[in-house]
């Protein structure tokens, strides 16, 4: 049943997620139901090395009793899986924790066979290790993988196809030591003869074991490997002949460098675009069966260099996806490394931080030679680890939502947006339409009013400065410079609480800045002051689910209205709907039993499009009879001297 949880759950490695699964093994089922029917199986004698070229094809014939005698066997296997489901389902059975860390593993293939109907090896592995793996929630408290490699002078072949539920299948049979039979590994025919993969081979079975917490990333928070060497025959694939193949000319040479190198939040990962010039056929479909790849990643911390531990899976996958881009020249997009920004910040590796992606490449394609056909360069990267003191997850969704209200800067960089905007005390509706990006604090406000036709302001800031239009006086004023986007515990050090109440009953609201560089969006983009305002006393308000609005995925919170904030803006009930992935504000009402008292409603926006505000493009042509003012800011409605002072500290 532990299988049948690990279906339902698909709890398996993220590195094997990409792995095809591996055919029904038919044979297992066949040996099954000639055991139970006291049967004796016909042995199939293999072809000698020296006869495979004469060999005879073989003829399949259909055998009706053996198929009788498998959906017998079928048929009892299902009764048995129901007979046992109120098992796994009886109470106190789930994980409750993490399950126990181990200090050691040892590793070794007991058996090893061939099933020629599934094409597949068929393993029987015996582990000595203190982790408890054959618990019921194994499947899931540990992160069990494994991969079959061949390791020659010249390269390192690693075998795809291993179905990893075959590994959840432990038995204890004695003092730390378990036993799981039936291990399988798919055979890719045409990989087999291309790497001329026939004959008695030398193989080693690399069990992973993770084990502790999961961070965001997917990685465990400890792990033990075992290597498992074992000997093995694999038949050459029917209709395949050994001259069929033809080796492509070696390679000569591969150089490599990082085109460009980024830390995702979201994805907690480096992400590099890679560029190669080298005379391999990089993006032949097959480049997975005629080259291997691999890579360790190595930072410059405080205390010399840190090999980043990682094990590679779909990691290394991605290497072999290569788009030719000129003549000997390939480019590898989206290539993507999780990190632990905590354990990077214990080897003293924060803000930006230098590295090597040190790559070996294998020519496997060069059947026969005699030196090694390997290349290793090194490539140098530099990125900035963002630094935030986000939480990696939230106690419940009331947090995620207020967090996130509070330092949506943190979660977006550029943001396109058009809404309009009833002020409390007011009857007028503004309408705003921003562009803006935190990372060049390039922006563009316009502001409208529905009263006045004529009323008209603009804000630009060029990256240095920003600027205030009134279109209706056509003049224009330098509101300062502009402010550059930093991190909360650069503009809050050593805090952690932004809403406290002192001793006196006074409240505090710790507000942090707007790198947006646009007055408009303290309304929308960053809503801390209505987060501040409705939400720190979270028994009045709930969130009532999801909904789609604007295209984006967002929490829709209704509330009742603190009674100190409720007579500042004239309401006493509220609605709002907020971004669920940026705490972006999308939908404000506020009312009272006679109706709206304030709203905010989003039109259009788009978030992180690259293009936005990626340099400043403005025609700034129509505003050259305009006389510069000599005094303050021009007094932009919604900013610090508007209107918005009425309800900015609640």
């Given amino acids: 049943?532990?299988?049948?949880?690990?279906?339902?759950?698909?709890?398996?490695?993220?590195?094997?997620?990409?792995?095809?699964?591996?055919?029904?093994?038919?044979?297992?089922?066949?040996?099954?139901?000639?055991?139970?029917?006291?049967?004796?199986?016909?042995?199939?004698?293999?072809?000698?090395?020296?006869?495979?070229?004469?060999?005879?094809?073989?003829?399949?014939?259909?055998?009706?009793?053996?198929?009788?005698?498998?959906?017998?066997?079928?048929?009892?296997?299902?009764?048995?899986?129901?007979?046992?489901?109120?098992?796994?389902?009886?109470?106190?059975?789930?994980?409750?924790?993490?399950?126990?860390?181990?200090?050691?593993?040892?590793?070794?293939?007991?058996?090893?066979?061939?099933?020629?109907?599934?094409?597949?090896?068929?393993?029987?592995?015996?582990?000595?290790?203190?982790?408890?793996?054959?618990?019921?929630?194994?499947?899931?408290?540990?992160?069990?993988?494994?991969?079959?490699?061949?390791?020659?002078?010249?390269?390192?072949?690693?075998?795809?196809?291993?179905?990893?539920?075959?590994?959840?299948?432990?038995?204890?049979?004695?003092?730390?030591?378990?036993?799981?039979?039936?291990?399988?590994?798919?055979?890719?025919?045409?990989?087999?003869?291309?790497?001329?993969?026939?004959?008695?081979?030398?193989?080693?079975?690399?069990?992973?074991?993770?084990?502790?917490?999961?961070?965001?990333?997917?990685?465990?928070?400890?792990?033990?490997?075992?290597?498992?060497?074992?000997?093995?025959?694999?038949?050459?694939?029917?209709?395949?002949?050994?001259?069929?193949?033809?080796?492509?000319?070696?390679?000569?040479?591969?150089?490599?460098?990082?085109?460009?190198?980024?830390?995702?939040?979201?994805?907690?990962?480096?992400?590099?675009?890679?560029?190669?010039?080298?005379?391999m056929d990089l993006d032949n479909a097959d480049c997975q069966s005629l080259y291997s790849f691999l890579y360790t990643l190595t930072f410059q911390g405080e205390n010399g260099a840190y090999q980043y531990p990682s094990y590679d899976g779909a990691t290394v996958d991605a290497l072999a996806h290569w788009t030719q881009t000129g003549e000997d020249t390939y480019r590898c997009e989206g290539f993507t490394v999780p990190v632990d920004l905590a354990l990077l910040a214990e080897q003293g590796i924060t803000g930006t931080a230098a590295g090597t992606l040190d790559l070996v490449v294998t020519d496997t394609s060069y059947v026969g030679a005699e030196d090694a056909w390997q290349f290793f360069p090194a490539v140098e990267f530099a990125v900035e680890l963002e630094e935030t003191n986000a939480p990696v997850s939230f106690e419940s969704a009331q947090e995620e939502v207020y967090y996130k209200m509070l330092n949506s800067m943190d979660y977006f960089t550029t943001a396109r947006v058009s809404f309009t905007e009833v002020l409390p005390g007011f009857d007028e509706e503004l309408a705003y339409t921003i562009e803006t990006n935190l990372d060049t604090s390039i922006a563009h406000q316009t502001l409208t009013s529905s009263d006045d036709p004529d009323f008209s302001q603009e804000t630009y800031a060029d990256g240095t400065t920003v600027w205030e239009y009134d279109n209706q006086a056509k003049r224009f004023s330098s509101a300062g410079e502009v402010e550059k986007r930093r991190t909360l515990a650069e503009e809050w050090p050593g805090i952690t609480e932004r809403y406290s109440i002192d001793e006196n009953g006074d409240p505090h609201y710790r507000y942090r800045g707007n790198p947006t560089n646009v007055s408009g969006a303290g309304e929308c983009l960053l809503p801390q002051t209505w987060a501040f305002g409705l939400l720190p006393?979270?028994?009045?308000?709930?969130?009532?689910?999801?909904?789609?609005?604007?295209?984006?995925?967002?929490?829709?919170?209704?509330?009742?209205?603190?009674?100190?904030?409720?007579?500042?803006?004239?309401?006493?009930?509220?609605?709002?709907?907020?971004?669920?992935?940026?705490?972006?504000?999308?939908?404000?009402?506020?009312?009272?039993?006679?109706?709206?008292?304030?709203?905010?409603?989003?039109?259009?926006?788009?978030v992180d499009d690259p293009s936005i505000c990626a340099a400043f493009n403005y025609d700034m042509s129509p505003y050259q009879d305009y006389t510069q003012g000599t005094g303050p800011s021009l007094g932009v409605i919604g900013s610090e001297d508007g209107p918005t002072v009425v309800y900015s500290a609640p």
């Fill in 537 to 606: 006393e979270k028994d009045l308000w709930v969130i009532e689910g999801s909904l789609e609005y604007c295209g984006r995925t967002c929490y829709d919170i209704v509330g009742t209205v603190r009674d100190s904030y409720a007579a500042q803006i004239g309401a006493d009930q509220f609605r709002m709907y907020v971004d669920r992935e940026t705490g972006i504000l999308l939908m404000l009402d506020a009312w009272n039993d006679q109706g709206s008292a304030c709203s905010v409603t989003v039109t259009e926006i788009t």
């Fill in 1 to 279: 049943m532990r299988d049948l949880e690990r279906l339902l759950t698909g709890a398996y490695p993220e590195g094997l997620r990409g792995v095809p699964p591996a055919p029904v093994r038919k044979s297992a089922v066949r040996d099954k139901t000639f055991e139970k029917l006291g049967l004796e199986r016909p042995e199939r004698q293999p072809l000698p090395h020296e006869q495979w070229s004469q060999a005879e094809p073989v003829v399949k014939r259909r055998r009706p009793w053996a198929m009788v005698a498998a959906c017998l066997a079928v048929v009892a296997l299902v009764g048995a899986a129901l007979w046992a489901l109120p098992l796994a389902t009886a109470p106190g059975q789930g994980q409750s924790g993490p399950l126990p860390a181990g200090t050691y593993l040892e590793c070794s293939v007991t058996e090893a066979a061939f099933d020629e109907e599934s094409w597949s090896m068929v393993l029987t592995a015996e582990a000595t290790t203190d982790l408890d793996l054959d618990n019921p929630n194994a499947a899931t408290g540990y992160g069990i993988s494994a991969n079959v490699a061949m390791t020659t002078d010249y390269s390192r072949i690693s075998f795809g196809g291993l179905d990893p539920d075959t590994l959840t299948r432990w038995t204890e049979t004695g003092e730390d030591t378990y036993r799981c039979e039936g291990i399988l590994v798919e055979v890719d025919p045409e990989f087999q003869m291309v790497n001329v993969l026939i004959g008695q081979l030398d193989l080693n079975l690399e069990l992973y074991v993770g084990f502790g917490e999961q961070n965001t990333a997917g990685l465990w928070e400890d792990f033990l490997l075992a290597d498992a060497p074992f000997t093995l025959e694999l038949p050459m694939p029917e209709g395949s002949r050994l001259d069929f193949v033809r080796p492509n000319p070696p390679a000569t040479y591969f150089t490599c460098q990082a085109v460009e190198a980024a830390f995702s939040q979201e994805q907690q990962a480096l992400v590099f675009t890679l560029e190669a010039q080298t005379d």
